[in-house]
């Protein structure tokens, strides 16, 4: 059995993994290669080579509610969408609550993790460090979770443009972005439209002159708000909207969210309409980018197709010129340079991992990847999740298929999600947001059993069952019960409607509206049953009269004799 657990990074997933290796009664040793923890969220100035980079004004496209740790809700009185800062804050309160800080090892780079020479039989990793003096150290340990992240590697496709030689622009990925003060009265294309994409292109359109927003397919544009200005995520990733997806055609649903989307700005009209339907693949949440197009600051084009000397020549034949700089908001690519080459297959050296989380191929199931997929909801309660089986799985309390079965589940997962995503890369990335997170519950024995809910505990049972499914679900019972689950799950609207509170608001002076006054509703509903029932030949005449009295006494009294 597992003892000893290397953690590869600081992030948000690796001190979730520590805290979860310490409720199994295990060791974990964390080494994280910069001076701080917060991993992705954690802004820096400049970009560093090998390292995650985000851009100042970073906005959470999920809610706090949606994201936090299941068994530590994020204070009432934050945002329900915050910036970066204070979500590395929230990291902050987790570590020094659960005193995590102590596991980790700060500016120590992780070099190699290699099986050992009796890993067959002891499923143990050389594991090589070096630290911020550059002095190498080697390790032993029995496990191995990485949670290095996979936003290091820009994707930066330059070179496929012919003329980019020659170009006097400036050409950079949005890693290397921050903020939009040097484009100030300059024109701008921005090429991609992910979520980084639409928000880089959404800020610098209010500074430059004018701003191109370049997309090879489009995007669905959805909102962070809801109805009733609620948390997006909050009303539509409930356990009765993911039965009713499955129950209904796809096409009706799609239909109906289409055309709701669209009445609020049509995508056709906006330049935004895709190829694919609303409910393929995940959205772009962005509240700006389609005031930005009706402002004009904003401008849909085609995909790019080359640079001229100074401007730009989009698919459609189209071009801009004087363009001062492209940005290319084109991904990132997963790279784990210290793992076994032997875990990485196809042409780009992708992993391939059995439901996102372990290699099919070592013998022993001592190692696992966290965070590498796409989903439609928040990344950490599934990285949580995904830390919380492996660790099961590590200490010999979860087994897995045999490497043939797991190569099975692997081919057909990304068969079924090749409908929606051609390309093999992302196909085998997507997880379905609650199937996944209660298939690895069910692993864990952590899964909510909502008939025996309904039966001793129904007001719980009805926030689980058609209320938003937020992580504390998973704390309600088996391994890593936590006792404050019920009550964090019965108080979650009260912390959504914490942070509007700033403002007494009075209340409207409450009179009564003749017009609409339940005494009047009753005259009106018994003065046309009157009417009906008059013309019919068939009601019974002491019917009629029985209405007659009813509406004459009403009318009189008020009230019925």
Known sequence: MARRVAVVGGGSAGLISIKICIDEGLEPVCFESSDDIGGLWKFKDSPEPERTSIYRSLVVNTSKEM????????????????????????????????????????????????????FCQSGQWDIVTVNRDGEEE??????????????????????????????????????????????????????????????????????????????????????????????????????????????????????????????????????LRPRHRLLDRRPLVNCDLPDQILQGALVMKPNLRAFRDSGVVFEDGTVEENIDAVVFCTGYKANFPFLPPGLSEGPDQELTLYKRLFPPSLSKPTLAVMGLFQTKGPIQPIMEMQARWAVRVFSGLSLLLSEK???????????????????????????????????????????????????????????????????????????????????????????????????????????????????????????????????????????????????KDSWFTGYPQ
């Open 67 to 118: 994201m936090c740790f299941s068994d530590f809700p994020m204070p009432a009185d934050y945002p329900n969408y915050m910036r970066s800062s204070q979500l590395l804050q929230y990291f902050r309160l987790y570590a020094k609550h659960f005193d995590l800080l102590r596991h980790i090892h700060f500016q120590t780079t992780v070099r190699s993790v290699t099986p050992r020479a009796d």
């Open 138 to 271: 080697r390790r032993v340990f029995d496990a191995v979770l990485v949670c290095s992240g996979h936003y290091t590697q820009p994707i930066f496709p330059l070179s496929e443009f012919p003329g980019h030689e020659t170009f006097s622009g400036r050409c950079f990925h949005s890693w290397d972005y921050k903020d939009a003060d040097a484009f100030r009265g300059k024109r701008v294309v921005v090429v991609g439209i992910g979520n980084s994409g639409g928000d880089i292109a959404v800020e610098i359109s209010r500074a430059a002159e004018k701003t191109f927003l370049s997309t090879r397919q489009g995007a669905w544009v959805v909102s962070r708000m809801s109805n009733n200005g609620l948390p997006l995520d909050m009303t539509s990733i409930t356990r009765l909207n993911s039965i009713l997806m499955k129950l209904l055609p796809s096409s009706l649903v799609n239909w109906v969210a289409e055309r709701s989307l669209n009445q609020k700005y049509d995508h056709r009209l906006y330049g």
């Open 405 to 551: 079965k797991m190569m099975e589940v692997i081919e057909c997962d990304t068969k079924r999600n090749s409908k929606s995503y051609p390309c093999p890369r992302q196909a085998a990335l997507y997880v379905d947001y609650i199937s996944y997170l209660d298939f690895m519950a069910g692993e864990i024995g952590v899964r909510p059993n909502l008939l025996r809910l309904m039966l001793r505990d129904p007001v719980l049972w009805v926030k689980v069952a058609f209320g938003p499914c937020t992580p504390y679900q998973y704390r309600l019972t088996g391994p890593g019960q936590w006792a404050g689950a019920r009550r964090a799950i019965l108080t979650q609207w009260d912390r959504v409607a914490q942070p509007f509170r700033t403002r007494v608001v009075p209340e409207p002076e409450s009179r009564s509206s003749v017009l609409f006054s339940p005494l009047l509703l009753v005259l009106g509903g018994t003065v046309i049953t009157a009417v009906l029932m008059s013309k019919n030949e068939t009601v019974p005449a002491q019917i009629l009269d029985r209405c007659k009295i009813f509406l």
